[in-house]
């Protein structure tokens, strides 16, 4: 199925699954020690990864969509994360 000249097959011709695509990214997310995101759900419409959920960090927002980016490419990520942020 295409949706456009920026979908996620010309990225990964291989054509990963949805399934496989979140895996991806929930396994890189996992192994950077620098990022929190055990209050982040990553799902998929279509070629386009939604990161929704809560990060406590700042930076963690960028360090996660730049992950996901990576694998997908950034015209396929959608930003729904909240900040919980607490006060200083």
Do not use: C
């Not at 949805?18 to 990553?42: G, R």
């Not at 998929?44 to 809560?54: F, K, T």
């Not at 990520?77 to 900040?83: G, P, T």
Request: proline share 7%; hydrophobic share 40%; net charge negative.
């Amino acid at each position: 199925m295409k949706f456009g000249p920026n979908n996620h097959e010309d990225h990964y011709p291989e054509g990963h699954s949805t399934a496989a695509t979140i895996a991806t990214i929930s396994a890189t997310l996992a192994a950077d020690p620098d990022v929190d995101s055990s209050a982040v759900e990553i799902r998929m419409l279509g070629p386009v990864v939604l990161l929704e959920g809560y990060i406590t960090k700042a930076a963690d927002r960028d360090k996660i969509i730049a992950i996901a980016a990576t694998i997908v490419g950034w015209e396929n990520v959608q930003d729904r994360m909240l900040s919980r942020i607490p006060p200083q």
